[in-house]
């Protein structure tokens, strides 16, 4: 039986990612959730350099998209915190900022369809006064004014 295509990307991409010092797709695969959606749609991780013979204190080369570059720039210590606590180590000590488009890679969920008379499953909750609260808030919600 075929492997699926999910399973076989990360060994056919290892070497391009290798050679722009990302030991492992994660950080590239996980952007969104390391940086935030707004940082996300404005940049793009290029490569990671390192000095000679580290794997830490690295340099974190990140394509950004015009204006948003100050912005970037005031959030570095920020993105590199959260970027070195999703590797678990220091492996990122700052951010190289390249001006230039950023690929918008946001991919839009569909939402389910509700009917009118709808409710939220709340039957298996005991409490009849958080039972009716949650009951008014699916029904706020489902008209918009929630």
């Known amino acids: 039986m075929p492997a699926p295509l999910g399973r076989l990307i990360p060994g056919i991409v290892a070497e391009a990612y ?3 010092g990302f030991a492992e797709p994660a950080l590239l695969t996980g952007w969104r959730a390391v940086v ?4 996300a749609d404005r940049t793009m991780p290029l490569k990671i350099s390192f000095p000679r013979g580290s ?3 690295g340099t974190l ?3 950004v998209e015009g204006a948003y570059a100050t912005e970037l ?11 070195n606590g999703f590797y678990g ?18 991919v839009s969920r569909p939402v389910p369809e509700r009917t009118a008379g709808e409710a939220p499953a709340v039957e ?4 009849p006064e958080l039972r ?3 009951r008014g808030l699916g029904a706020a919600i489902g008209s918009g004014s929630g």
């Open 132 to 134: 009716e609260a949650l």
């Open 89 to 106: 180590y220091a492996a990122i000590a700052r951010l190289a900022l390249h001006q230039g488009p950023v690929e918008r890679t946001t």
């Open 18 to 20: 290798t050679r722009r």
């Open 61 to 63: 080369h990140v394509r």
């Open 36 to 39: 935030g959606d707004e940082a």
């Open 55 to 57: 794997r830490t204190a």
């Open 124 to 127: 298996g909750i005991e409490t």
């Open 73 to 83: 720039q005031h959030n570095a210590p920020r993105i590199v915190e959260r970027i």
